[in-house]
């Protein structure tokens, strides 16, 4: 299982943001994906994460309501919709596929590259 995060930068706060995860090889060896963060100095911590056919989504209480997670399986691709992002949501984004939903980070057993999310106030 591969996985690739792509689509960081730097965005306003008020702004919005779309990340994007290309998986390969994960279907039946980690259907389910997540997304997690870590800013500096802090502990990696659990964004959201997304049933293989996206009908069951798990978000972070500190994001809900601003940040949606979607999949398109025929892309193999999952999605991270940011709105409204603020300064404490700067942070490298990971994302990472498993075989259960799970707001752990050792529940998921591949991992992607980070790419960088800045939110300037």
């Known amino acids: 299982v591969q996985l690739q995060a792509f689509g960081g930068g730097l965005v306003q706060a008020g702004g919005s943001l779309r990340l994007s995860c290309a998986a390969s090889g994960r279907t039946f060896v980690a259907p389910v994906m997540g997304w997690f963060r870590q800013a500096p100095g802090k502990e990696r911590e659990f964004v959201a994460t997304?049933?293989?056919?996206?009908?069951?989504?798990y978000y972070s209480d500190s994001v809900k309501g601003r940040f949606t997670v979607s999949i398109d399986n025929s892309e193999n691709t999952m999605y991270l919709q940011m709105m409204s992002p603020k300064p404490e949501d700067t942070a490298v984004y990971y994302c990472?596929?498993?075989?259960?939903?799970?707001?752990?980070?050792?529940?998921?057993?591949?991992w992607g590259q980070g790419t960088l999310v800045t939110v300037s106030s």
């Open positions: 997304i049933s293989p056919t996206g009908v069951i989504t």
């Open positions: 990472a596929a498993g075989q259960q939903l799970s707001r752990a980070a050792a529940e998921y057993t591949y």
